[in-house]
């Protein structure tokens, strides 16, 4: 009876709707099948709401940005161009054919087999009810890991595939809530740390909740990167926040120069300057530094590199001897407790999420004649975006919210 109550409710929503879409066993208001023929189509904020991803709409795309990944669609404002536009998809950069989205007067309308395929879901139509089922495959916990980064403590979840991540803070408690959706059956734990008097991790009904009571005067930092397979989901607990960086030092080759040349227009109030491979110098305390670097990737993807570790002291000494002066405004990143990392990871997700480009790699490399900036990060490029317009825009927007920190 129970079942039969539940099929019937469900038929009464795809007949006040127009068709039935249902997602994991969730029903999706909204979706209808008589914007463009032969295609099932929902409403791109509820399909948001299955991946708790953030909605970006710019007229002529529209771009969900979640777990470290983007997925952007171009959009059409009729049937007739939806159909003809058959290269509308991108996904972390690469383009996959689907009809485009279709705004109306209400709302921006995405194809559901798309969106589904994309993330590696199933979906069956059943024309009888005029209804479509999918399901986007629920991931596994690979890895927990909790460890000290310099005066940061991180918290790195390793996922198999996507888990729509939610957020939730509660400051009269200092409670920090984090809510990690379709998942596989996950293992409690509990913790501690420097920055936080409880950590606990429970599952319940195919999710996985993440409480954290946090001492006073901690601040928290979360972003996600995405995987070859999966994604991971890492939260920064440290004291205070973090301090503005006042210049922008750009190194380029002969073949980023034009590429760095556009660059000094991104940062008003913030001096920047360009400097050869050669001209490089290693004065550059309290400065952020990009090197642009074009290599052999695979269209309209990026590399980030940071230091595997701060200056050396005899870095420090020379200098020193060379400035004394800079005595006086040495970063403590410069006394060895630099947290390299956590400034590249946060620099290539902004760039990655800008761009709607795909971020291959963030890792460390021996860079220790350049640690002694505040930051300092290799921007590896493939040769097609050096003279891509689209992405010059995204990087100047992402180093002024990087300077602008």
Do not use: C
């Amino acid at each position: 009876m129970r079942r039969f109550l539940a099929l019937l409710g469900l038929w009464f929503l795809s007949v006040s709707l127009g068709q039935m879409v249902v997602i994991n066993g969730q029903a999706l208001p909204g979706a209808r099948s008589d914007l463009v023929s032969g295609y099932s189509y929902a409403p791109a904020t509820e399909l948001a709401s299955i991946i708790s991803a953030d909605l970006i709409d710019e007229g002529d795309s529209l771009s969900y940005a979640f777990n470290g990944q983007v997925m952007s669609f171009s959009v059409a404002n009729s049937a007739s161009e939806a159909l003809i536009n058959t290269s509308s998809l991108r996904f972390n950069g690469q383009l996959i054919a689907s009809t485009a989205a279709l705004r109306t007067e209400d709302a921006v309308f995405i194809p559901v087999r798309s969106f589904i395929d994309a993330l590696g879901g199933s979906i069956d139509y059943i024309p009888q009810e005029n209804s479509v089922l999918a399901v986007i495959p629920r991931a596994s916990l690979k890895q927990l890991e909790f460890k000290r980064i310099a005066r940061t403590e991180r918290l790195s979840f390793t996922f198999s595939a996507l888990s729509p991540v939610s957020q939730s803070y509660f400051p009269d408690e200092r409670r920090l809530r984090f809510v990690f959706g379709h998942l596989n059956p996950v293992n409690p734990w509990q913790g501690r740390g420097d920055y936080s008097d409880s950590i606990e991790l429970r599952f319940e009904e195919g999710q996985a909740t993440l409480d954290l009571l946090l001492r006073p005067d901690v601040t928290y930092d979360s972003f996600s990167l995405s995987l070859q397979e999966g994604f991971q989901f890492n939260l920064d607990l440290f004291e205070g926040q973090a301090q503005s960086s006042r210049s922008l030092i750009v190194q380029y080759d002969p073949e980023s120069f034009a590429l760095a040349s556009l660059l000094p227009e991104a940062t008003a109030g913030f001096e920047v300057r360009l400097v050869s491979g050669s001209d490089a110098s290693l004065l550059y305390a309290d400065t952020v530094m990009v090197l642009l670097s074009a290599s052999d990737l695979r269209e309209k993807s990026f590399n980030v590199y940071y230091p595997e570790s701060y200056a050396p002291p005899y870095l420090l000494e020379q200098a020193l001897a060379l400035e004394p002066a800079l005595a006086q405004k040495l970063n403590p990143s410069l006394s060895g407790e630099a947290d390299f990392q956590r400034g590249a990871e946060s620099f290539a997700r902004r760039l990655s999420l800008n761009s709607g480009y795909q971020l291959l790699t963030i890792s460390a490399v021996p860079l220790l004649d350049h640690a002694i900036s505040q930051a300092y990060w290799v921007l590896e490029l493939s040769p097609d975006l050096l003279a891509d317009a689209s992405f010059q825009s995204a990087l100047k927007r992402t180093l002024a919210e990087v300077m602008a920190q």
